[in-house]
């Protein structure tokens, strides 16, 4: 079965510093994955997709990810977090191959709430 | 804003109660997906429509509950005889096709 497992639920980082968050998923194929960002009291919103192509993959708010098939990880960065940037952040998996003619829904790991330290 | 609402933003209701959720997607997206967050989880998907059509229901939606999207719009969620297991946030998503989901703010459901 599909899954996405984000093992670290909670980080701290202090406002300036480097920021890793990680993201494994489990499934057969490629799939298409994302990262989602959740602040308290609003919806979802994307911060960035992978469907193919360069491994690499900026975002909005100065974040990155990293696609690595060998590690099965999808590991989302910003080499400098702010104050704003404290919220839970979960990656996601969709599947790859079937998802122009599949339903598209997403598989969501548990999420990590991220805090910034002034 | 056209952005994905969903009224209300919070219900509280009593054991064995029935309650609806709406959701309006953003105008013209064809795809609508109901998704049920509890605390500590990620989203779980609930259920998914194409246009007015639903196409697919996770084993999570029980016979209790019930979505419907009458015209290819906006949709309802209804969760009849609710059980305190129902306590969560319901979001709702909208799509064009395959591409990239928008979600809206949630409904908070608590049951007492």
């Known amino acids: 079965a599909q899954s996405v497992t984000q093992p670290d639920i909670h980080i701290t980082v202090s406002e300036g510093a480097s920021l890793e968050l990680r993201c494994n998923y489990s499934?057969?194929?490629?799939?298409?994955l994302f990262w989602y960002v959740q602040s308290p009291g609003q919806g979802l919103q994307l911060l960035l997709k992978y469907f193919s192509g360069d491994t690499l993959v900026q975002g909005i708010k100065g974040f990155e990810a990293e696609f690595k098939r060998s590690q099965s990880s999808f590991n989302l960065r910003k080499p400098s977090v702010h104050w704003s940037d404290a919220a839970e952040y979960f990656c996601?998996?969709?599947?790859?191959?079937?998802?122009?003619?599949?339903?598209?829904?997403?598989?969501f790991g548990k999420g990590t709430k991220l805090s910034v330290k002034p | 804003d056209t952005g994905v609402s969903q009224d209300p933003r919070h219900k509280i209701t009593k054991r064995g109660q029935n309650v609806t959720f709406r959701c309006d997607p953003i105008?013209?997206?064809?795809?609508l997906y109901w998704y049920r967050q509890t605390l500590g989880q990620g989203p779980e998907f609930l259920t998914y429509?194409?246009?007015?059509?639903?196409?697919?229901k996770s084993r999570l939606l029980s016979d209790r509950f019930s979505a419907e999207r009458p015209k290819g719009s906006f949709s309802t969620l209804e969760i009849q005889r609710t059980e305190q297991g129902d306590s969560a946030m319901y979001l709702c998503a909208s799509s064009a096709g395959n591409n990239e989901q928008f979600f809206g703010p949630g409904t908070r459901l608590t049951v007492l």
């Open positions: 105008s013209e997206h064809n795809r």
């Open positions: 499934y057969g194929a490629t799939p298409y």
């Open positions: 429509f194409q246009n007015e059509a639903q196409l697919e």
């Open positions: 996601a998996v969709a599947p790859g191959l079937n998802y122009g003619g599949s339903q598209g829904n997403l598989i």
